[in-house]
């Protein structure tokens, strides 16, 4: 326990206890015997990967849905089964739905893939048989250099780049002229095809998707994730590695906010505790170093503006003008009295079995105009034309009431400053729930009999996630924009100039649920430490996720389907 209101030391300070980043660098520094403290401003970690019982004995992960927790390292290294961690897949990574009455699946398996796919195009479906057997050959390998190295590394850019063009087919020369839609148009013939190989890169987290060479390329990285989710709510991800950490001796300060980083001969080494802190004006220092999870403009305000521009001029003023706007998250749950049918599952049933499904456009020039309403600010040109649905129930049977009500997650993007509209404040007004409306509306077309099974709702906006997590400034929840001038080289480094100053947000890649920010963070502290050599530190990306698929199948009853492929879809 920290002592009264005076001095502290420590060997590692971490600035928010996020699930991305902060808690699994800290969790990793103090299994390899170091002495860390993470103060978190919330009363608990993990904030923006919460479970609530919103609704009586259901389950709902409002911020993070799906886990992509499969792809990471983390789980097998810090061991987290041992703390409870629970996971369960589905034999769909991702599908879309479209009004039409069809719908196109990305499965675990590149021939049940193929067998959807074919049901639009039998070219197409024998081009992404290909396409995913080489993204599986290369799985590994992309997510430890794309993922899980830390960035900016130019070094490791031409292999990145290299792997994309192989599993897509093209020539880097080639892929680095393409835009994320030409390349969609260039592989596929079919509407449903190129649409659903957009949806991750148009929701702008993989980079800009008109930019040529970074849209091609964002593309294929939608590839290379699992899915799945915490058995139990997402929040078991959380528990696990706060457990972790406690088991080797972490401490935890949460209630507290961080009012300065306190830099003295070119060294980050110490915090001060905010007059609203548990611990009113203490000083807590940090031999080997302080880690900033609380994103590029709050680390800007803790350390100074005029300190950092002192020592890397334009570092300093990206930071000043770090893009934050574009991608607000507007998040709807439901309560259903009912397990979902989508109306499309006639084409193809096993959308059923699905806990990522995105309602993507109506067409292909669609699918290209909504990326122009999202740059032009048009919040209701770009309504109900994207929206990803996160849906447990088909993989955790734990998240479902015994009445049989399960919870339905949907999130849309909006740029947050709501220009025509009343502004950002407007976000707090009768938008909101106008925006809800058209959804339910929206709904209505995709899921048979809708109104009659919403039993309640509720929402969150920009601004609401904004409050939530203070990191989140503009409601933007994993790091800032992905325009690009802040794509890979162009996030923040996670060793910054300022001698034993870390950061682990706003750093590539985005931070989700894989905690690949976090482990980055921690290679490099460790590194710097002299401990990064430690014999249970050396699990590769997905591998866990690879071995254990059939166990992870196992709720669903459906391990058939995912290992060897399905004759009844």
């Known amino acids: ?13 971490v600035v928010g206890g996020g699930v991305s980043g902060g808690l699994p660098a800290a969790t990793y520094l103090q299994k390899a015997g170091l002495r860390v403290l993470i103060v978190e401003a919330n009363s608990e970690l993990g904030t923006f990967c919460c479970t609530h019982e919103t609704w009586p004995q259901t389950l709902d992960s409002p911020h993070v849905g799906v886990s992509f927790a499969g792809n990471s390292p983390v789980i097998e290294d810090l061991e987290l089964e041992r703390y409870g961690f629970r996971f369960a897949a589905s034999p769909v990574i991702l599908a879309t739905t479209y009004r039409d009455g069809t719908n196109c699946l990305i499965c675990q398996n590149p021939e049940r893939t193929a067998q959807n796919f074919t049901l639009h195009s039998r070219r197409d479906g024998d081009r992404m048989f290909e396409i995913q057997s080489r993204v599986d050959e290369t799985m590994v390998e992309f997510n430890e250099i794309n993922a899980f190295t830390p960035h900016p590394d130019p070094s490791k850019l031409d292999r990145i780049f290299e792997i994309c063009a192989y599993a897509m087919g093209f020539s880097t020369e080639e892929m680095s002229q393409m835009t994320g839609p030409e390349l969609c148009e260039r592989t596929f013939e079919s509407d449903a095809c190129r649409q659903i190989l957009m949806t991750p890169v148009a ?18 990285f939608g590839l290379y994730y699992t899915t799945g989710v915490g058995v139990g709510g997402n929040e078991v991800l959380v528990d696990a590695l706060t457990q972790c950490f406690l088991d080797h001796g972490g401490t935890i300060l949460t209630n507290s906010t961080v009012d300065r980083i306190l830099v003295q001969g070119g060294r980050a080494h110490s915090i001060v505790l905010s007059d609203r802190s548990l611990l009113p004006g203490a000083q807590i220092y940090a031999r080997v170093g302080v880690i900033s999870n609380a994103g590029v403009p709050e680390t800007l305000r803790l350390v100074g503006e005029g300190l950092v521009m002192a020592v890397d001029t334009r570092l300093g003023a990206k930071m ?116 809800l409306a058209a959804r339910n509306e929206m709904m209505a077309q995709l899921i048979p009999g809708w109104h009659d099974m919403v039993l309640d709702q509720y929402e969150w906006t920009p601004l609401d996630n904004w409050r939530l997590n203070r990191s989140a400034k503009f409601g933007q929840v994993v790091g800032g924009d992905f325009s690009e001038d802040q794509w890979i080289l162009g996030r923040m480094p996670y060793r910054m100039p300022v001698s034993g100053l870390y950061m682990s947000n706003g750093v590539w890649p985005v931070g989700l649920s894989w905690m690949a920010a976090g482990y980055n963070a921690a290679q490099v502290v460790a590194e710097d430490a002299g401990i990064r050599n430690q014999t249970w530190w050396k699990a590769r990306p997905f591998e866990w996720y690879a071995s254990n698929l059939e166990r992870l199948l196992a709720p669903l009853g459906l391990r058939g389907i995912a290992i060897t492929g399905a004759d009844d879809a």
């Not at 326990?1 to 300070?13: I, N, R, S, Y």
């Not at 987290?205 to 294929?220: I, S």
């Not at 309560?335 to 456009?361: G, H, T």
Request: one cysteine or more.
């Open 1 to 13: 326990m920290l002592a009264g209101a005076g001095t502290e030391t420590f060997d590692v300070v």
């Open 203 to 220: 929701f702008w987290e993989h980079g800009a998707p008109f930019a040529r060479g970074q849209g091609a390329y964002g593309v294929t």
């Open 320 to 435: 000043q003008h770090w893009k934050m706007g574009l991608r607000g998250s507007h998040v709807t749950s439901w309560l259903l009295d009912r397990r979902i049918s989508w109306a499309s599952s006639p084409f193809d049933p096993l959308i059923d079995d699905a806990i990522l499904v995105y309602r993507a456009f109506d067409s292909w020039e669609g699918t290209k105009q909504y990326m122009v309403d999202m740059l032009g600010n048009d919040t209701w040109k770009a309504s109900g034309q994207l929206m990803e649905f996160t849906y447990p129930a088909p993989a955790d049977p734990t998240s479902i009431s015994p009445e049989g009500h399960a919870i339905l997650r949907a999130e849309e993007c909006f740029p947050y400053p709501l220009h025509g509209l009343g502004g950002p404040e407007a976000w707090d007004g009768a938008i909101r729930h106008d925006l």
